[in-house]
């Protein structure tokens, strides 16, 4: 089947396996591989890219769900440079193995566009759908904090 | 890919998804907001033939306050219920709930409908479903529409009363009581998990009705002494509900958290 979607400001169509999810297509089809694939079932939060403005995992997505939509994923996110909240991350050591890293930075943008002064408290409950196996959540706290400031 | 082959259906109406579900004789999964079908055909728990994605019927997608109770249609998203206004006072219990299913990004897709129909024992959104006696409302290729009551809708461990050429098209939740209290909690190993005891509560001057998920293979409400004898029928309820030792928690500490936080969530609510 045929899926037509904007990636990144980009439209693009791609022939596609019904079955395939969203992440596979921006992983295998569209060579986007920023964004990583943890657990394929929701849980873990690797997978995060924002659909029509929203965070959501993709490999819960199918990819004909994206038909028309927009999607943007990590490679998108900075116009030119870095986005704050990438150079946050950078700048307070908010990743260690880097694998959730994506995932993290999709999903703090939409926490602080939600929220754009928020507390610990707030951070660690809107990050609650993605792990850090590396434990290095105090620094990522740490980045959505200062991000926040500059976003 | 890690689902097995099928074949993907993205009907417009409510009419056509009805057709082609009924027309796949029991070979055919609703895909609406996906949270709970995605992880299954991931895993490949199921293989159905064909896959209909409800998500594009605009008549399935709204919520709306009629006869006494807030109804929300099969197309509409849990963080839509959540941002909707006045939820927090017209049904305050699923306000309380909303925030303890799964994550954001999860509830940006996740429908309540969908919920409702996956049926797992220790969602929220059925919980208080059956919690404050509302309905489900279900839609075949003949008749009318079937209206089921939650207490009967749920029959087990992900199985309901919708027949395999239904569609469910609506939820509906009856609107706060005046002089309720409604109170929800859940203890899970991470926010977001699956809970092992969830409990809801709707409070009414001396008597209590208490619903609790995680426990038996549905959600079970029964209604208690708020006050005098509230101990004693907790206990009584906890080993009813019949708990079994699994892999997150035995059956004592599910008894233990029904006694210990159930006390807690209902008189706290009561005024002194």
């Known amino acids: 089947m045929n899926v037509s979607l904007t990636v990144n400001g980009q439209a693009v169509t791609r022939d596609v396996d019904p079955r395939t999810t969203l992440v596979e297509l921006l992983r295998n089809h569209l060579s986007l591989t920023g964004t990583h694939v943890g657990c394929d079932t929701g849980q873990c939060g690797a997978c995060t890219v924002h659909l029509d403005g929203r965070a959501v995992k993709a490999c819960s997505v199918l990819a004909g769900q994206a038909q028309g939509a927009q999607v943007t994923t990590i490679e998108g996110l900075a116009d030119g440079g870095l986005h704050p909240m990438q150079s946050a991350f950078r700048e307070c050591h908010g990743l260690q193995c880097g694998f959730c890293t994506p995932g993290m930075v999709m999903a703090a943008v939409d926490l602080v566009k939600r929220h754009p002064d928020p507390d610990e408290a707030t951070i660690r409950d809107g990050l609650e759908g993605n792990y850090c196996r590396c434990t290095g959540y105090h620094n990522i706290v740490r980045a959505v904090r200062r991000a926040a400031e500059q976003m | 890919m890690k689902p097995a082959a099928f074949d993907y259906a993205r009907p417009a109406t409510r009419r056509e998804a009805i057709e082609l579900l009924a027309g796949a004789q029991g070979e055919a999964r609703v895909l609406a907001g996906g949270q709970s079908l995605m992880a299954v055909l991931n895993m490949r728990l199921a293989e159905p033939a064909l896959v209909i994605d409800i998500t594009g019927i605009d008549e399935l997608h709204y919520i709306e306050e009629r006869d006494g109770a807030l109804c929300v249609g099969a197309a509409t998203r849990q963080a839509e219920l959540a941002a909707h206004p006045g939820l927090a006072e017209r049904v305050p219990l699923v306000a309380q709930a909303l925030p303890w299913v799964g994550h954001f990004q999860t509830r940006n897709r996740g429908t309540v409908c969908g919920s409702v129909a996956h049926a797992d024992p ?70 977001g998990d699956f809970a092992i005891v969830a409990l809801a509560a709707a409070i009414r001057g001396e008597q209590v009705d208490l619903g609790v998920g995680g426990v038996a293979d549905r959600p079970v409400v029964r209604t208690l002494p708020a006050g005098d004898g509230l101990d004693e029928a907790l206990n009584e309820f906890a080993w009813a509900l019949g708990a079994e030792d699994d892999a997150h928690a035995t059956a004592a500490y599910r008894r233990t958290l029904v006694r210990e936080l159930g006390r807690q969530l209902i008189t706290e609510a009561r005024p002194c």
């Open chain 2, 122 to 191: 220790s969602a929220e959104l059925p919980l208080c479903l059956a919690t404050l006696g509302g309905e489900v409302v279900l839609e075949g290729r003949r008749g009318r529409p079937r209206v089921v009551p939650a207490a009967s809708f749920f029959q087990g461990v992900l199985t309901t009363d919708r027949a395999p050429g239904e569609l469910i098209t609506e939820v509906r939740f009856p609107l706060a009581q005046a002089q309720t209290q409604y109170r929800f909690t859940e203890v899970a190993m991470r926010h």
